[in-house]
């Protein structure tokens, strides 16, 4: 079992700046597949950016360039950085964890998940 506890989430002005949180306390996040997804009300889960246990990361195309995924091995934490937010940016956020080595935007794909974080960005 894989605990993920999200945090970093809120209320941001168009063009602002918020780091999201992930950690996993006790797991290795190095050694998982770790994924942001967001989910907008009326709209389906997408994957928002993962990096794998080989440090590879992936961006949706709508995110590239403003957002990046880290991770703190130390911590057991993965990070999104999300810049020049934008009103369309605005949805529950949930970290997610995978095992294997490579990325997948099918959520089924994904074997645990946090309880989400709301990231609203006002015009």
């Known amino acids: 079992q894989v605990q993920l506890v999200e945090s970093g989430g809120g209320l941001v002005q168009a063009g602002g700046s918020l780091r999201l949180s992930c950690a996993a306390p006790?797991?290795?996040?190095?050694?998982?597949?770790m994924g942001w997804f967001r989910q907008a009300p009326g709209k389906q889960r997408e994957l928002v950016a993962a990096?794998?246990?080989?440090?590879?990361?992936n961006y949706a195309d709508s995110v590239k360039g403003r957002f990046t995924i880290s991770r703190d091995n130390a911590k057991n934490t993965v990070y999104l950085q999300m810049n020049s937010l934008k009103a369309e940016d605005t949805a529950a956020y949930y970290c997610?964890?995978?095992?294997?080595?490579?990325?997948?935007?099918?959520?089924?794909?994904?074997?645990?998940w946090g309880q989400g974080t709301q990231v609203t960005v006002s015009s």
């Open positions: 990096i794998t246990s080989g440090g590879s990361t």
């Open positions: 997610a964890a995978a095992y294997g080595s490579t990325w997948s935007t099918d959520p089924g794909r994904y074997d645990y």
């Open positions: 006790g797991r290795a996040v190095s050694r998982l597949v």
